[in-house]
């Protein structure tokens, strides 16, 4: 019977209370902050690839292929 009961309790999964979906795009006010922290940290290849993804409206996945 202690069997039965474990298979009929009922499990919740990892991301119950996780939103999922496409996350909204950046705001202009956090790109001109990106760009500035990679500016100061000297980062220029970030950098170049941050502004080539968002010229092209590139997302994450496609961006790693470069």
């Not at 290849?45 to 997302?59: E, M, P, S, V």
Request: proline letters at 8%.
């Amino acid at each position: 019977m202690a069997q039965r009961d474990l298979f009929l309790s009922p499990k919740q999964t990892w991301n119950h209370r996780r939103l999922f979906g496409p996350k909204p795009p950046f705001k202009p006010k956090h790109v001109w902050g990106i760009r500035q922290q990679l500016k100061a940290t000297g980062r220029v290849r970030d950098l170049a690839l941050f502004n080539c993804a968002i010229d092209a409206k590139l997302r994450g996945c496609d961006l790693v292929k470069l």
